[in-house]
């Protein structure tokens, strides 16, 4: 199983960026997806969740600027991110479980300029 996130970059803050996370096979079909933070020296931080049924939670930090969606007939979940802020910057992970199992990917990496 692979979990490949896309998408990061360096953008200036106010900026949007659109982050993928592909699975292979259809992995995500029937499972809750979330997106995660890190960065330097801290520890990762849940940014936001969408169930298997496209219900969606966020972190107080990113409500009503991050939007997590999901297309499974792509295997793909997504997370906009808009009016974005240099305390933004982290490597942003995409994460699944099954059979009690957490599966990761390697992660994306996003700048904000200030």
């Known amino acids: 199983v692979q979990l490949v996130e896309s998408g990061g970059g360096l953008v200036q803050t106010g900026g949007s960026l659109t982050l993928s996370c592909v699975a292979s096979?259809?992995?995500?079909?029937?499972?809750?997806v979330d997106w995660y933070r890190q960065v330097p020296g801290k520890e990762r931080e849940l940014v936001a969740t969408i169930s298997a049924v496209g219900n969606t939670d966020y972190a107080d930090f990113v409500k009503d600027r991050f939007t997590i969606s999901r297309d499974d007939a792509k295997n793909t979940v997504y997370l906009q991110m808009s009016s974005l802020e240099p305390e933004d910057s982290a490597v942003y992970y995409c994460?699944?479980?099954?059979?009690?199992?957490?599966?990761w990917g390697r992660g994306t990496q996003v700048t904000v300029s200030s």
């Open positions: 994460k699944t479980t099954r059979n009690l199992v957490d599966y």
């Open positions: 096979g259809r992995f995500f079909s029937g499972k809750i």
